[in-house]
């Protein structure tokens, strides 16, 4: 009888320990990289051991594959039973051996051959030897025989459906594409989706697919319709999609498929800076939504803005992590955010694990506004990064370091909530977080959050918008582009190159009219596509950017005119003369954040100027997009970096283990996995954000 207690004891204590571990155990195959980020839980976590601090030193290029079609390419490729599956700047979606990195197969759409909009990688869903990949190109979610990369034809309509189904009969000409893959629940697909931020978008829906037909499951609205939760929280007509839209999830999802809820972190509403057309709180934009996976049903939620104004959406997928309390192991979601926050959340409950505290913040907006009185705050964990800046906090480095000083002293700055406004707005961190989409990475034996950030400042500027009589004044398609393009590309046509906006001057001369007529109907990469513009605005605005337009104004075309009556002026960083950010170091961080204590362990910059350093200035950061990955063998990588640079480093210290020059950028997630017993790892190396050269690579390091 003694021995069998025991045996029960001892098969207690197993089961306990394998169900402590559980998420991370299941999170990836023990060489396999099956899905986006690693896993379900979005932990960006390999258990490979292979290699270690002692040796990544000696990594070298394993192999290099060139899609051909160079471009920023933001792609976390998946691995399956040795075949590694990605996507080209074009989104065109491909196989190669994991091992060799030779070509299988590669798809392209012969009814859409080449689309723009950045991809973030694919979906892989099994059932015996149904196997499919499922990826999106424009407004279309496609499913491929992942053996073959035929199309599915049972799959919607010949294969593809559109990422319009589901939603209202006036959101059926607007802006939508999914730059994120979509999260499996048994037969189902839910999708990200990417949509306009002004007051022409769409609704962001979160739908559900089968897998299997393309049929739309269920829909949860974050826009609540009359009677429905939350409908009190904005103006009574909002939910009719007239001049108020998005609140969608573009950055991804977390699920836990044992219990069945899936997490849903959702962006603002649109139009992101001015909401005096939705008064109240806007549930359930900016919000971590838990649902019943199979049904869509919250269970709970909780909202990181109110009214937001700031364009602080949820940048990335929650992580699903286990936080050690007391001696109890509670399951647990992490979401990091722009601000540079880090919230904890009890998986089930939706109770914080974490004081939060609703703090007053300044409510002197424009003309209009509704602005919220106060917003929540996490009281632990500390921010990952700064969140104002004063006038001892400017580029020390700067030659314009006075005139830095005087345009800060012309802008709201002192609070992290000041207002939008026509004298300006500091945005810090900036509208890239702070967090952004590439996410943090977690490893469950440390209880270690591994957290990339950026440390930019940007200004916000808001400006009445035009009115009938001043449009009057200008031709047909500088009406369109004044309305439509200026914001990013300047009256001038000039762009905003470090910004990463492009001159359209002389366009002519480097593209031809259908390129820019898709362009302006599409959108690419970060662009939002304008389809909801009538063809005969789209063709006064191609002849106003080729210079083709006759001179005489007139009422020829009357440009959709802005709804609002504020309008922001562009996406403008707070930049020395050099190009430099005009806040002191650091302008890029790696942290390492213990989530059972709240405490970091280390920060460091990240990433280099190299023109700086030869001046015997320290390392000091800078931008970064895409994330790390942390491994059971003690390394964690991560390029991401504005430097082009691939690194390992020490996951216990941050130190700096390696580092190499990719062909280009990589500003993508790495991915790590196994082939005949090597370890790899991989990384997209598009370049061409911020301002960087363009590649076509992945290219795969391993061992000697």
């Known amino acids: 009888m003694k021995i069998k207690y025991y045996l029960l004891l001892l098969t207690a204590a197993v089961a306990a320990a394998l169900l402590v571990n559980f998420t991370q155990i299941s999170s990836v195959g023990t060489s396999e990289w099956r899905e986006y980020l690693g896993g379900p839980d979005r932990a960006h976590y390999s258990p490979l051991k292979q290699i270690t601090p002692e040796n990544v030193s000696q990594l070298t290029m394993a192999w290099q594959y060139q899609t051909g079609d160079s471009g920023q390419m933001q792609c976390n490729p998946i691995v399956v039973d040795g075949v590694l599956f990605g996507t080209t700047p074009s989104v065109q979606v491909f196989a190669l051996d994991a091992a060799t990195g030779k070509q299988l197969w590669r798809f392209a759409d012969s009814r859409d051959p080449q689309w723009y909009n950045t991809s973030r990688g694919v979906t892989y869903w099994a059932d015996g030897s149904d196997k499919r990949i499922l990826f999106t190109a424009g407004p279309w979610l496609y499913a491929l025989n992942a053996q073959t990369g035929q199309i599915i034809e049972s799959f919607g309509d010949g294969g593809r459906v559109s990422l319009r189904l589901g939603l209202p009969e006036n959101a059926q000409d607007k802006f939508i594409c999914s730059n994120t893959p979509g999260t499996i629940y048994n037969d189902l697909i839910v999708m990200p989706v990417r949509l306009s931020e002004g007051p022409d978008a769409a609704p962001g829906h979160i739908r559900a697919f089968n897998v299997r037909t393309g049929a739309l499951a269920w829909t949860f609205r974050t826009i609540p319709h009359p009677g429905e939760a939350g409908y009190e929280t904005w103006g009574k007509d909002n939910w009719k999609n007239t001049d108020v839209g998005a609140a969608n999830n573009w950055a991804g999802m977390a699920v836990d498929r044992e219990r069945g809820i899936l997490y849903v972190p959702t962006g603002s509403a649109g139009y992101d800076f001015y909401g005096g057309n939705r008064p109240g709180d806007n549930l359930y934009a900016n919000c971590l939504l838990a649902l019943d996976a199979a049904t869509g049903k919250r269970k709970w939620h909780f909202q990181f803005i109110h009214h937001d104004v700031w364009d602080r959406d949820l940048p990335s997928p929650p992580t699903l992590v286990q936080v050690r309390r007391g001696g109890k192991v509670i399951d647990a979601v992490a979401q990091i955010t722009k601000s540079g926050f880090v919230f904890v959340f009890d998986r089930v409950t939706g109770k914080s694990l974490f004081p939060i505290k609703e703090i007053p913040v300044p409510t002197n907006g424009l003309p209009g ?336």
């Open 369 to 704: 506004e509704f602005p919220s009185p106060t917003q929540p705050v996490p009281l632990r964990p500390a921010p990952f990064s700064r969140q104002t800046i004063g006038p001892t906090d400017v580029n020390p480095y700067a030659e314009d370091k006075e005139e830095l000083l005087a345009k800060l002293r012309t802008i709201r700055h002192k609070n992290q909530f000041e207002l939008p406004s026509e004298e300006g707005t500091l945005i810090f961190p900036g509208f890239d977080g702070g967090g952004e989409w590439g996410g943090p990475a977690y490893d469950a034996e440390s209880g270690m959050l591994y957290i990339n950030s950026n440390e930019m400042a940007w200004v916000m500027k808001m400006e009445p918008v035009l009115q009938a009589n001043e449009l009057a004044d200008l031709t047909p398609g500088q009406r369109v582009y004044r309305i439509n393009c200026a914001a990013c590309h300047g009256v001038e046509r000039a762009g905003n190159p470090q910004s990463g906006y492009p001159s359209l001057v002389d366009i002519g001369t480097r593209r031809d009219r259908d390129y820019v007529h898709t362009l302006v109907k599409n959108g690419k990469g970060m662009m939002p596509g304008f389809g909801y513009l009538k063809e005969e605005e789209r063709a006064a605005l191609m002849a106003y950017l080729f210079n083709e337009e006759k001179k005489e104004v007139g009422k020829s075309v009357q440009a959709t005119t802005f709804p609002l009556p504020y309008k922001m002026d562009g996406y403008n960083k707070f930049l020395d003369k050099n190009g430099y950010p005009g806040i002191n170091p650091p302008w890029g961080q790696l942290s390492a954040l213990n989530l059972n204590t709240g405490e970091y362990a280390w920060k460091i910059p990240l990433g280099e100027f190299k023109e700086l350093s030869a001046k015997g200035i320290p390392p000091t950061g800078c931008e970064n997009y895409g994330g790390p990955v942390v491994t059971a063998g003690g390394v964690l990588f991560i390029a991401a970096t504005k430097d082009g640079m691939f690194r390992a480093f020490d996951k216990r210290t941050g130190k700096l283990l390696f580092q190499t020059e990719l062909p280009a950028g990589g500003f993508a997630t790495p991915s790590v996995y196994e082939a005949n017993g090597k370890q790899y790892v991989v990384i997209a190396c598009g370049g061409t954000k911020l301002g960087t050269k363009k590649g076509d690579s992945y290219v795969a390091f391993a061992l000697p």
